[in-house]
């Protein structure tokens, strides 16, 4: 069964920086794909990026250029590099994985992100 830890969510400055990791637990990590989602109050969970296990991302248009995902197999961590960041960004980060069956998908207990202005 995967297990996923967030960390690294805080409160900072519109235009600052913060770097999110998710650390999973497991032996299958380098074959699943990863993702970044955010729910900020009052709206539906959205996707932010995605990464393959051959290290394909992809982003959502409001991230585009703002946001890195990136992983280290070895770690069996995943990273949301997120700068210039706006208050339109404030919301919970959640790290999700993807596996084949019997893994399935999985969510992490997710970190808050704030943005000031």
């Known amino acids: 069964q995967v297990q996923l830890v967030e960390s690294g969510g805080g409160l900072v400055q519109a235009g600052g920086s913060l770097r999110l990791s998710c650390v999973a637990s497991?032996?299958?990590?380098?074959?699943?794909?990863m993702g970044w989602y955010r729910q900020a109050p009052g709206k539906q969970r959205e996707l932010v990026a995605t990464?393959?296990?051959?290290?394909?991302?992809n982003y959502a248009d409001s991230v585009k250029g703002r946001f890195t995902i990136s992983r280290d197999n070895v770690k069996k961590t995943v990273y949301l590099q997120m700068r210039s960041l706006k208050p339109d960004d404030t919301a919970v980060y959640y790290c999700k994985s993807q596996a084949p069956p019997p893994s399935g998908n999985t969510w992490g207990q997710g970190t808050q992100v704030t943005v000031s202005s």
């Open positions: 990464i393959t296990s051959g290290a394909t991302t």
């Open positions: 497991g032996s299958i990590f380098s074959i699943m794909t």
